[in-house]
């Protein structure tokens, strides 16, 4: 059946609307920003290194006063940013990432000057003969957490589980093992993916749920990486389905969603409610999608409650957790989020380092109540796109396995 033209229309024009707003975002006009250096070729890249290693060599001559150990310190900085560039340009190559190499590169290159040169100024306490320990010390251990961070922690991909208890839910009753899973972001098929369907055969859900971003934002449209992602979703199988909803226009456009999702046995919610009955209990899902504007997805959610009865069990699929504030006042048990990535990036006794939620680090990763609500802010199980580096660091890709039991709450 043919969709009527002024609907199709409208449609369009909400998504240009949230789309545009979408990319106004901070974060979003950053990455863009610090893509210009992926249109620098080759020679042009390795001119720029060179002459970052000569301010790391005049440095250290203005420090020191002595040619030799500034000449053995630029050398130390080539050889390790050397070392950063045939690391990134292998990541494809071994099927483990596929972002740009000249961004990262180019930031790490910075970082390495920075901590080099720097280390210059502790040349005048240094034993003669041990001036470049430091330097060494410094840019290798950098090394090793380039290596964790691209290499290791992307691909541990780890099982959150969390038991919640409602006395919408009948204690006699078999508890419901409902698995979600977040920000796919796929570029090509990697281990990590491979580990995930692997997983989800072990852990034996009821009930899958997906809460967006299904391609890496550079691969949005790309035909190769739309019909990996198709091949993982085909695998993800549950005995009372598998749900989604869309992520963040950006990323999932109605076009893309299409694409990934025609032909296969899933369930797209968008701005809607569906009843599931699991070994006799009713659950209602209930699915909007993301367009950025809180007032406008707040009144999609009012209206697919509508048709939902109040004291039913509800779980609420959104991209972002930005809607807490709104959700918390709905009797809405459990509200299943993600975007956040935790962070991706984490510092140590700090977190995360940027959100790109609304609420910033409030609602950054992990299980949170306001009221009668869980809200639950998932890691996600893929990588940043854009200029970002395709790494994590104390944020391990995640799913979460909820067992929903019966009792008091």
Wanted: glycine share 8%; with cysteine.
């Amino acid at each position: 059946m043919s969709q009527d033209p002024h609907v199709a229309l409208e449609k369009e024009a909400e998504y240009e609307l949230a789309k545009a707003r979408w990319e106004q975002r901070p974060l979003h006009r950053v990455l863009v920003a610090l893509m210009a250096p992926s249109r620098l070729s080759t020679p042009q890249i390795g001119l720029i290194l060179l002459a970052l290693g000569l301010v790391v060599d005049l440095a250290w001559q203005w420090v020191s006063g002595d040619a030799r150990p500034a000449a053995g310190a630029a050398f130390l900085y080539l050889l390790f940013v050397a070392l950063d560039w045939t690391l990134l340009t292998s990541l494809p190559r071994f099927e483990l990432s596929f972002g740009p190499v000249n961004p990262p590169l180019l930031a790490l290159a910075a970082l390495r000057l920075i901590l080099t040169a720097g280390s210059a100024l502790l040349f005048a306490i240094m034993p003669i003969g041990l001036h470049l320990v430091i330097p060494a010390v410094v840019n290798l251990s950098l090394s090793a957490g380039v290596v964790y961070t691209c290499l290791i922690e992307p691909f541990v991909l780890q099982v959150s589980r969390i038991d919640l208890t409602s006395r919408k839910l009948s204690s006699q009753a078999q508890p419901i093992r409902v698995l979600q899973i977040a920000d796919i972001h796929l570029e090509r098929m990697t281990k990590r993916e491979r580990k995930l369907v692997a997983l989800v055969q072990s852990l034996q859900p009821d009930l899958i749920l997906m809460t967006g971003d299904y391609l890496n934002q550079s691969y949005v449209g790309e035909e190769t990486a739309t019909e990996h992602v198709r091949l993982l979703i085909r695998e993800l199988d549950a005995p009372y389905g598998v749900y989604a909803v869309p992520g963040t226009p950006l990323i999932d456009p109605p076009e893309a969603m299409t694409r990934i999702f025609d032909g296969l046995k899933v369930k797209v919610l968008e701005n809607e409610s569906v009843k599931i009955t699991i070994a006799g209990q009713e659950i209602h899902l209930v699915g909007v999608s993301c367009t950025g504007n809180l007032e406008i997805d707040h009144l999609r959610l009012e209206r697919a409650l509508a048709v939902v009865p109040p004291r039913a069990f509800k779980i609420f699929l959104y991209h972002t957790p930005d809607l807490m504030g709104r959700v918390a006042v709905q009797r809405i048990d459990l509200y299943l989020a993600g975007h956040t990535h935790g962070g991706q990036l984490r510092l140590p006794f700090y977190g995360a380092v940027m959100t790109s939620s609304d609420y910033g680090k409030r609602y950054e990763m992990g299980l949170f109540r306001e009221g009668n609500t869980y809200l639950y802010v998932s890691r996600g199980l893929g990588l940043e796109g854009l200029s970002a580096p395709r790494a994590r660091f104390l944020c391990p890709p995640e799913v979460t396995l909820f067992t929903l039991r019966g009792g008091a709450k």
